[in-house]
């Protein structure tokens, strides 16, 4: 059985440290807490959970933090949480199961990450992200913002899931005013920039980023940056949607295809793009594709209703327009099976009664 660090960076995490640390506490073999300037009681709550707390002064930079949080460790490999995780019950069996059967030789231990869920708690974005790590490779965390460990070595996945709990964010403008102060942006950062940009709502100049980092090519030959292009491209998508640009918009979910086989999200997004113009026969062809394509593996992050739900939401409502009220029925009935009390399916349910 291989023993497993937890190790963590927090500050003022008071209103969510205790649900992150209640869920691992008899998982792990050792929690690290590495402090850096809470002013609440994020330290007494860690407390109560381990005697390994430290601090690290701030200096806008989350690898930096990290790195140290990892240098701390001793055990066999490190896990690393967000205050906000969660590693739900029904996924402890697993967790053990993963720490029995896990071989030495492997490095990197890859678990899915669930980023959104919806009212219901079905997921709506989810991703694969490096989250054990053998200690001994000494990884290390590199950029200053939404910070990562270049995976590479001997990697595993695991279907194991961790989910990103509720949590009261206040701090929009944090990530961008440090990535502002940045000289000499990497790629990864260039990308990074354009997504502070665009949450803080300056689309202009999150395109012109977005677009800095699509015709970037510094250290394509080591680091495998196909998936970022392609959430660059729906990035840019929205960006162009919030402008009132469609067209634009169309065209960068277009070329998302360019960088891998034409996704889901891409195909249906391109798909209601004909359906509003009433070009039904595009509309159909292209969310069409959306269900061929569901099975083609994604590591990045992956939005699971595109593979399904809303492929046979939007067919329903196509083939209605087509007046193939029959194989409308079949699409509503296969979306219900997924999501039976989503608001669509529950109008066009009223609807086929009163049809049928």
């Known amino acids: 059985m291989i023993t497993i660090t937890l190790a963590m960076i927090v500050k003022n995490e008071e209103e969510v440290l205790a649900r992150c640390l209640y869920s691992v506490k008899d998982l792990v073999d050792e929690i690290i807490i590495v402090d850096t300037g809470s002013t609440d009681k994020t330290i007494e709550i860690a407390r109560n959970f381990t005697d390994k707390i430290f601090n690290f002064e701030w200096i806008n930079d989350f690898s930096a933090a990290r790195n140290y949080?990892?240098?701390?460790?001793?055990?066999?490999?490190?896990?690393?949480?967000?205050a906000d995780d969660i590693?739900?019950?029904?996924?402890?069996?697993?967790?053990?199961?993963?720490?029995r059967e896990l071989s030495p030789e492997v490095d990197i231990v890859m678990l899915r990450y669930l980023t959104v869920?919806?009212?219901d708690g079905k997921p709506v974005e989810s991703l694969f992200r490096e989250r054990i790590l053998k200690r001994e490779k000494?990884?290390?965390?590199?950029?200053?913002?939404?910070?990562?460990?270049?995976v590479k070595g001997n990697i595993k996945a695991y279907g194991i899931t961790i989910t990103h709990g509720p949590k009261n964010r206040t701090h929009f403008t944090r990530n961008l005013l440090i990535l502002e102060k940045q000289e000499n942006l990497s790629i990864r950062g260039i990308f990074n920039y354009g997504r502070e940009?665009?949450?803080?709502?300056?689309?202009?100049d999150a395109i012109v980023q977005y677009n800095k980092f699509l015709e970037d090519t510094r250290g394509e030959s080591m680091i495998d940056y196909t998936e970022t292009k392609v959430i660059a491209c729906y990035l840019l998508a929205d960006c162009y949607l919030y402008l009132g640009d469609i067209l634009s918009c169309v065209k960068w979910l277009k070329?998302?295809?360019?960088?891998?086989?034409?996704?889901?999200?891409?195909?249906?997004r391109i798909g209601e793009y004909y359906f509003e113009k009433k070009d039904y026969e595009q509309a159909l062809l292209w969310t069409k594709?959306?269900?061929?394509c569901q099975h083609y593996e994604v590591t990045g992050f992956t939005k699971p209703q595109y593979k399904e739900l809303i492929p046979h939401l939007q067919l329903t409502k196509i083939y209605a327009k087509l007046a193939k009220i029959e194989l409308a029925y079949f699409h509503h009935q296969e979306a219900k099976k997924l999501n039976p009390n989503h608001p669509s399916i529950l109008y066009n349910e009223d609807h086929f009664k009163k049809l049928r």
Do not use: G
């Open 69 to 82: 949080a990892f240098s701390l460790a001793t055990k066999e490999y490190i896990m690393w949480l967000d």
């Open 87 to 99: 590693l739900h019950s029904d996924q402890h069996e697993k967790f053990k199961r993963l720490k």
């Open 117 to 119: 869920i919806d009212e």
């Open 138 to 150: 000494n990884y290390q965390w590199v950029e200053p913002v939404h910070e990562q460990i270049d």
């Open 197 to 204: 940009l665009q949450v803080n709502k300056r689309y202009e």
């Open 255 to 268: 070329q998302s295809c360019s960088y891998k086989p034409a996704q889901p999200e891409a195909c249906c």
């Open 289 to 292: 594709k959306a269900l061929d």
